[in-house]
């Protein structure tokens, strides 16, 4: 059971736009920074969003993030057949004074 | 460039030990902050273990508290995790992760951790 909640999975046709969430609590997500990374298979995590919302250079302007409070969101716009992966988010959590990962959520793009 | 490679996983008898290396180029890990993440197989990321950067603090994940310690030699540019009372729910593969202000900016490819009789 991870502290991170995600869904299993989301799905889109290429071309589309694709949300997803990550809620946490008031320890974790409501007062540090959030990554999201992506984990195309057989590879090693990639940081794909960093601080909530900044990209990390070489990353396309299609990957967005945002919080609000308790929870984060990735967004995928025009999405492609390389955007299939897994995608995790990442904060601290304070409380427990240990770093938390969601569950991962599988992007199949139809 | 930047890379970290991972060593000395293997298979290991539950209650064993290992101790799994980070080698870390193209940076110099005393100004970076280094963290141990793992994935079990099929199975989503888990934070495993954090060091700062004068080695004076770090954190650890519940199951591993007490059995996993992390360290750091900055004459070899490197970070350690001493696994001991190995579990079979700690086979996994172990990323070494560096961390530049909040974030995982690099990541090894792993190595693979197998505990079994």
């Known amino acids: 059971q991870s502290v991170l909640t995600q869904p299993p999975s989301v799905s889109a046709a290429p071309g589309q736009k694709v949300t997803i969430s990550c809620s946490g609590t008031s320890s974790n997500i409501a007062n540090n920074y959030v990554s999201w990374y992506q984990q195309l298979p057989g590879t090693a995590p990639k940081l794909v969003i960093y601080?909530?919302?900044k990209r990390p250079s070489g990353i396309p302007d299609r990957f967005s993030g945002s919080k609000s409070g308790t929870s984060a969101t990735l967004g995928i716009t025009g999405l492609q057949t390389g955007d299939e992966a897994d995608y995790y988010c990442?904060?601290?959590?304070?409380?427990?004074?240990?770093?938390?990962f969601g569950g991962g959520t599988k992007l199949t793009v139809l | 460039e930047v890379q970290v490679v991972e060593s000395g996983g293997g298979l290991v008898q539950p209650g064993g030990s290992l101790r799994l290396s980070c080698a870390a180029s193209?940076?110099?890990?005393?100004?970076?902050?280094m963290n141990w993440v793992r994935q079990a197989p099929g199975k989503g990321l888990e934070w495993v273990s954090y060091i700062n950067r004068s080695g004076s603090k770090n954190y650890y994940a519940g199951s591993v508290k007490g059995r996993f310690t992390i360290s750091r030699d900055d004459d070899k540019n490197s970070v350690y995790l001493q696994i001991n009372s190995l579990r079979a729910e700690d086979t996994a593969l172990y990323y070494c992760?560096?961390?530049?202000?909040?974030?995982?900016?690099?990541w090894g490819q792993g190595t693979l951790v197998t505990v079994s009789s």
């Open positions: 601080d909530n919302n």
């Open positions: 992760a560096r961390e530049d202000g909040d974030k995982f900016d690099y």
């Open positions: 193209g940076f110099t890990v005393r100004n970076y902050e």
């Open positions: 990442e904060t601290w959590d304070s409380s427990l004074s240990e770093g938390v």
